[in-house]
């Protein structure tokens, strides 16, 4: 499993994105703001939006906000600043690549804070696509093994064309093309089947294996990066047990 499916795994699970909703929905005003601005106010016609949309009503945004958003990005209400889309990239502990993916008002003070963090953490900036290569756009769809149907998976996902299904001991993954993703996640959503993860991400290609302080100071990077308030999504092509997760998770720090 790669390393940013791990991470939102272990985010699920440990409840993080409920610890900060009214962050999250900061992120997400700000890309349904983004996307009306840049592709219209229809999201039957916009496809970003309506991604967008469907992410804010599953973190259980008001409709209201939504709304607000929109008018906001297509300059019908006032307050909707226009956020430039910049895109990050550097390495982690033990050279793990990452691709930062921002919203800013301000680039200059975005790229001083990404630095900062970076090198903080054993971290370090790098130029324009020195690890971009190493990622493919693909949807992404995760299920915990233990709640689903690992056959109906395998069957909806051969249904809807999926690119590729990969199980481990806890979790099926499900990954697609772009164009395929919204078919793919609407077979799951119309079986009613439960999902931790459904988005369009970066798949790194190759994976760097971490453990003990390595380990732990890429999670507590990648933490501090999603906390930033212009940071929309990190990937990173870290590799790191389920046990190791676990222990970090629980808080057990190497020695």
């Not at 008001?62 to 895109?87: Q, S, V």
């Not at 130029?127 to 769809?141: D, P, R, T």
């Amino acid at each position: 499993m790669s390393g940013h499916s791990k991470w939102s795994s272990i985010k699920h699970k440990k409840g993080l994105m409920d610890a900060k909703r009214g962050k999250i929905f900061t992120k997400l005003i700000r890309e349904i703001m983004t996307a009306a601005r840049l592709g219209g106010g229809n999201p039957e016609t916009n496809a970003r939006l309506r991604l967008a949309i469907q992410h804010a009503k599953a973190e259980n945004m008001p409709k209201d906000n939504i709304e607000r958003a929109i008018k906001k990005g297509l300059g019908a209400i006032e307050g909707g600043e226009n956020y430039e889309e910049c895109i990050y990239e550097g390495y982690g502990p033990g050279g793990v690549a990452i691709l930062i993916e921002t919203l800013t008002d301000n680039k200059k003070r975005t790229t001083a804070e990404i630095r900062h963090i970076l090198s903080r953490l054993n971290g370090s900036l790098g130029e324009a696509g020195c690890v971009s290569w190493l990622f493919q756009k693909k949807g992404f769809i995760s299920f915990d093994k233990s709640v689903v149907d690992e056959d109906k998976i395998m069957e909806l996902a051969l249904e809807g064309g999926a690119e590729d299904v990969r199980i481990d001991e806890n979790e099926i993954e499900v990954y697609t093309d772009v164009s395929s993703f919204e078919k793919v996640k609407k077979l799951f959503d119309d079986n009613k089947i439960p999902y931790m993860v459904a988005e369009i991400s970066m798949i790194p290609q190759t994976s760097v294996k971490l453990q003990g302080k390595d380990a732990e100071n890429m999670l507590k990077l990648m933490e501090a990066l999603e906390d930033s308030d212009d940071v929309q999504k990190v990937y990173a092509n870290f590799d790191i047990s389920t046990e190791e997760m676990e222990r970090i998770s629980q808080g057990k720090i190497s020695s």
